[in-house]
């Protein structure tokens, strides 16, 4: 049981961890560093609902968090699959160079 | 005739030609030449063979009982307790079923020559196409009991006239000639809707709604009044105009400008000589025969109206006298075969045109059918010179053709003698509505001694185009050379020359100087007068001495231009060379400048109006117009630079929106606290 005045540094840490993830997916090119950009905002998110729980006394963030995880297992499946996809067909793996839905 | 089989006739010829139109224009060009030559022409020779139905028909109708009006179909209901309503209906009488046997009956012939005319032409089945829908607008224009439908057809048979001069589009002349007769047509048929116009709002049928002395509510008022476009309510309900009141002499004065449009007559008539430019058969049946004389018909349709106005009646008689004499004057010196008989076209249909002013209208009527003849019958003969020289039309390039083409040549002297006034058609036709010009009209007879006058000049010109092309020794090596056309050319004309020669003679046969067929057939139709009375007839003895005058004259016309032209005994050069005496080939040669004086009156300030408003419309009108667009456009480049494709862009958008969204709830959070 974490006490009460532990609750505004879990939700700062989460806050802080989200942001650093966004500013992975806006800044870095690499689509493999973006999706664990992308996990690390999730996961961000899963420490702030994790967090409530534990503060709120209940469990529906918890139930919450592992919706997440699920989700967030599905989501790497296609997006990993995507990117061997683009690798093998010879393409540098850049997300700046795959900008075809636009031409 | 019934109802019943009034509407099934009505519409069988009406909805043949279109058929035969559409056939050609649709299936032609697939099919090919022989089906387009069968399709065009069988389609006519029905709506002849249904002409010739109701005309039997009508014949032995019961007196009384010949003129009959149906309705086809309500077109347009406009709701006003049926007030508004436009429905096509047709009037079948004695006036519309001589017109149909001309309109069917010649243009059958015509078609039929236009299968030879037409051989080698790549168009043939854009030229069926629109002779036949040609057809079937005048059929509606004659059958129209109704102010709308007559509109129609009198704008769709000006439609397929523009269409058939511009047939050879690739020809500058053609175009330019085509856009003449189109613009003219149009100021025609303004003057026409106007009048429409004024007759809708003020021939009315007062209905017994509201009894006389009761009080009534306005609407009951409005609606007391039944407002019709129907022809034969018009005319029965006409006396509600008042007899020479301002307003039918307006009314007659506009169907007269409308008429003269169509009709070729002055001051609306410079489109018909440039008219020539389309096919020879277009001349002849459209420029000749039927559709020039729509203006005849028009005023004879509406000749309860005219004889409610003496005045415009009168202007209507001057016109057409005053344009017998000038095309008369302007036939002598031209050069060019189609452009004579185009002038002697708008010659004689002015005598048609007084005819009909002067209130004799079965005689205008009668000049029209056996006109329709021998005009014909002139312009298919020039058509078959022009194919046989090669598309020469210069009289000055022909000479010698009677002995080289036989058939046509002697056609074409009885068409000549028919057109002068001598033993054939236009000798009864014209002597006749002369012999009405002695007693009626205005001036009575300053006109008719300007028709005796026409009747010298029709000689002369008839037989100066007939010297000049058949006669003498051939001057140039294409009339030298020169072959009879082939048998589909030369039956049309060959029966074109016998019922020029027969007709007259058949229709007045046994009283030849009295009352005639046509005038019995017809006078019902003329029955019903509400202003003056019926035009007097001249009795037999001063009919015959009319006779004689008019037959005098044209045989002195024939004898100079034999002399002249022919005979080679009278030199004029000399005379015509004098100063005083030389203005006047001049004049004539130039068709009285009226092209000249149209063109620095109309046609230049008209432009430079245009080129003026242009000047000032591009900024003042197009600046306010690009001005918008311009803003959409760079509106829109804003939004088009924020699709960039990158995916880091679009989440840099959806990042920052999520901040502006989360700041903006915290801030109305803090608010409501």
Known sequence: MLSPAMFPWILLTAAYLFTLGALGVLIRRNPLVVFMSIELMLNAVNLALVGYSSFLNSEEGQVFAFMVIVVAAAEVVVGLGLLTRVFSIGRELDVDDLDELKR | ?673
């Open chain 2, 1 to 673: 005739m019934s109802q019943q089989s009034a509407a099934l006739l009505a519409g069988l010829v009406l909805l043949l030609p279109l058929l035969g139109s559409a056939l050609c224009g649709l299936l032609g060009p697939v099919l090919g030449r022989r089906f387009v030559n069968w399709a065009g022409t069988l389609s006519i020779a029905a709506a002849f063979a249904v002409a010739l139905v109701i005309f039997i028909q009508v014949l032995g109708a019961a007196t009384g009982h010949q003129s009959v009006t149906v309705s086809l179909w309500n077109w347009l209901d406009l709701g006003s307790g049926g007030n508004l309503n436009v429905s096509v209906d047709v009037t079948i009488d004695q006036l519309a079923v001589l017109m149909l046997l001309v309109i069917t009956g010649v243009g059958l012939l015509i078609h039929v020559y236009s299968v030879g005319y037409m051989e080698h032409d790549p168009g043939v089945a854009r030229f069926f196409s629109y002779m036949n829908f040609f057809i079937f607008s005048m059929v509606l224009l004659v059958l129209a009991a109704n102010l709308v439908i007559l509109i129609i057809g009198w704008a769709a048979v000006a439609l397929s006239s523009y269409l058939l001069i511009g047939f050879w589009y690739e020809r500058q002349s053609a175009v330019v000639a085509a856009r003449k007769a189109m613009i003219t047509q149009v100021i025609g048929d303004v003057a026409l809707v106007i009048a429409a116009f004024l007759l809708f709002l003020n021939v009315t049928t007062v209905l017994p709604t509201c009894p006389p002395g009761a009080v009534c509510s306005l609407q009951a008022l409005f609606a007391q009044h039944l407002y019709t476009l129907s022809l034969p309510q018009i005319f029965a309900n006409a006396s509600s105009l008042g007899v020479g009141s301002p307003l039918v002499t307006l009314v007659c004065i506009l169907l007269a400008v409308g008429a003269f449009a169509k009709s070729a007559q002055f001051p609306l008539h410079t489109w018909l000589p440039d008219a020539m430019e389309g096919p020879t058969p277009v001349s002849a049946l459209i420029h000749a025969a039927t559709m020039v004389t729509a203006g005849v018909y028009l005023i004879a349709r509406f000749h309860v109206l005219f004889e409610m106005s003496p005045i415009a009646s009168g202007m209507v008689a001057c016109v057409g006298m005053g344009t017998a004499v000038m095309a008369g004057f302007i036939a002598l010196s031209q050069v060019d075969i189609k452009r004579v008989i185009a002038y002697s076209t708008m010659s004689q249909i002015g005598l048609m045109i007084f005819a009909v002013g002067i209130g004799a209208y079965a005689a205008g009527m009668y000049q029209f059918l056996l006109h329709a003849f021998f005009k014909a019958l002139l312009f298919l003969a020039a058509g078959n010179v022009i194919h046989a020289l090669h598309d020469e039309q210069d009289i000055r390039e022909m000479g010698g053709l009677n002995s080289r083409m036989r058939v046509t040549a002697w056609s074409f002297l009885i068409g000549s003698l028919a057109l002068a006034g001598f033993l054939f058609a236009g000798m009864f036709s014209k002597e006749d509505l002369l012999g009405f010009g002695l007693l009626n009209g205005p001036g009575t007879p300053a006109l008719y001694i300007v028709g005796i006058a026409v009747n010298v000049l029709t000689g002369l010109y008839a037989f100066r185009l007939y010297g000049t092309a058949f006669t003498g020794q051939p001057r140039s090596d294409a009339a030298r050379n020169a072959h009879e056309a082939g048998w589909v050319m030369l039956w049309p004309v060959v029966i074109l020359a016998g019922l020029s020669a027969v007709a007259g003679w058949a229709l007045q046969w046994p009283v030849t100087f009295g009352p005639h067929l046509i005038n019995d057939f017809l006078n019902p139709v003329f029955s019903y007068f509400v202003g003056r009375p019926p035009a007097t007839a001249p009795g037999t003895s001063l009919g015959l001495v009319g006779f004689g005058i008019g037959v005098g004259c044209s045989l002195v016309g024939i004898g100079v231009a034999v002399l002249i032209w022919v005979r080679h005994d009278w030199d004029l050069s000399r005379v015509l060379a004098l100063p005083g005496v030389r203005l006047i080939p001049q004049l004539s040669r130039n068709k009285l400048y009226f092209d000249e004086i149209y063109d620095l009156l109309l046609v230049r300030p008209i432009r430079a109006l245009a080129r003026g408003l242009r000047r000032f419309g591009e900024p003042v009108m197009d600046g306010p117009i690009r001005g918008i667009s311009a803003i959409a456009t760079d509106f829109s480049g804003i939004f088009r630079a924020l699709q960039s494709g990158l995916i880091r862009d679009y989440a840099s958008y959806m990042v920052l929106f999520v901040v502006i969204f989360t700041v903006a709830v915290m801030l109305a959070a803090g608010v409501a606290k």
